[in-house]
């Protein structure tokens, strides 16, 4: 049957092929989720040093196991990327950079500017470990 | 909702939530994401180099005051922000009013509870002394 119903219709999302900007507006929902959960870890390594050396023991061998390196690399890249979108969302708020043409700058400069910034910590932190 | 239906005013309003604290919250996320902008700077830096530490170095770092202390409004700031940020969520995807209350309910418990253990273990390792 030929679709003739003239209203707008919502994008279907097996179909569509989501622009920069609404790629980026899930990720900022999905790193906050997982940020979320990523914090579990945090709170388990300050009790775990709370606790005493044993505990603590078992914390560092799984940071510094390579998986350890993955996640925490994964988690310092998510929460960049929140950050920098997060700053983005903040000047739309006082609705700075709201238009089409700056939105299609902003974005690429997010995530730039997460990657960097990622790099930079890891750098500084190897350097100085 | 057209003007001249039989529910009464309440009935309408009944399970939509509260009114008159939905600008609260969002300026709240907003405040905290402020707020964790210099945080998360320290708090990668930080984090990127726990691996390297062992109990004695990790507990030594903890120990300043300057580290409890920004580790503790990291701790505090970013549960408040993340219990903000993960209820906004539920509202969006769970639509049953029952179930719906409940989680929210559920990861504001869940985050007060980290928040507080968060604390007490730094503070913890801050008072312990030398180790
Ligand atoms: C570990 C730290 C963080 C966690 C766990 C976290 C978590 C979250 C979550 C779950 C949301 C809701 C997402 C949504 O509604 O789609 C959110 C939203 C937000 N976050 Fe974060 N976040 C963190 C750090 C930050 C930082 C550092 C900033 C600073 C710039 C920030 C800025 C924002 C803003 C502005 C929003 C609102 C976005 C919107 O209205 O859709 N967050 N965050």
């Known amino acids: 049957m030929a679709w003739n119903d003239k209203r707008p219709m919502s994008p279907h999302l097996q179909i569509y092929k989501?622009?920069?900007?609404?790629?980026?507006?899930?990720?900022?929902?999905?790193?906050?989720?997982?940020?979320?959960?990523?914090?579990?870890?945090?709170?388990?390594?300050?009790?775990?040093?709370?606790?005493?050396?044993?505990?603590?023991?078992?914390?560092?061998?799984?940071?510094?196991?390579?998986?350890?390196?993955?996640?925490?690399?994964c988690f310092t890249l998510a929460l960049y990327f929140h950050f920098c979108n997060g700053?983005?969302?903040?000047?739309?708020?006082?609705?700075?950079?709201?238009?089409?043409?700056?939105?299609?700058?902003?974005?690429?400069?997010?995530?730039?500017?997460?990657?960097?910034?990622?790099?930079?910590?890891?750098?500084?932190?190897?350097?100085?470990? | 909702?057209?003007?001249?239906?039989?529910?009464?005013?309440?009935?309408?309003?009944?399970?939509?939530?509260?009114?008159?604290?939905?600008?609260?919250?969002?300026?709240?996320?907003?405040?905290?994401?402020?707020?964790?902008?210099?945080?998360?700077?320290?708090?990668?830096?930080?984090?990127a180099s726990m691996p390297a530490m062992d109990y004695a170095s990790f507990t030594a770092w903890l120990q300043s005051p300057v580290s409890a202390s920004l580790m503790i409004l990291t701790v505090l700031v970013t549960f408040y922000h993340a219990s903000l940020g993960v209820q906004v969520v539920i509202e969006d995807y769970v639509s049953g009013h029952g179930l719906r209350l409940a989680s929210i309910i559920a990861v504001q418990f869940v985050c007060a509870l980290l928040a507080v253990v968060g604390t007490v273990s730094v503070i913890k390792i801050l008072i312990g002394g030398a180790a």
Request: net charge positive.
């Open chain 1, 18 to 73: 989501l622009p920069l900007t609404a790629l980026l507006s899930i990720t900022h929902r999905i790193t906050g989720v997982g940020l979320s959960a990523g914090t579990l870890f945090l709170v388990w390594a300050l009790v775990a040093a709370a606790s005493g050396p044993e505990s603590f023991a078992t914390v560092q061998a799984v940071m510094s196991s390579w998986i350890g390196y993955l996640i925490l690399i």
């Open chain 1, 87 to 129: 700053i983005r969302h903040m000047l739309w708020d006082i609705g700075k950079g709201l238009d089409l043409e700056s939105t299609k700058k902003t974005g690429p400069a997010v995530l730039i500017v997460a990657l960097v910034l990622t790099v930079l910590t890891w750098l500084v932190a190897f350097a100085a470990g």
């Open chain 2, 1 to 47: 909702m057209s003007s001249n239906s039989l529910r009464t005013p309440l009935g309408k309003v009944k399970g939509l939530g509260s009114a008159k604290s939905g600008t609260h919250h969002f300026l709240v996320q907003r405040l905290t994401a402020l707020a964790l902008i210099p945080l998360t700077l320290w708090f990668c830096f930080s984090l």
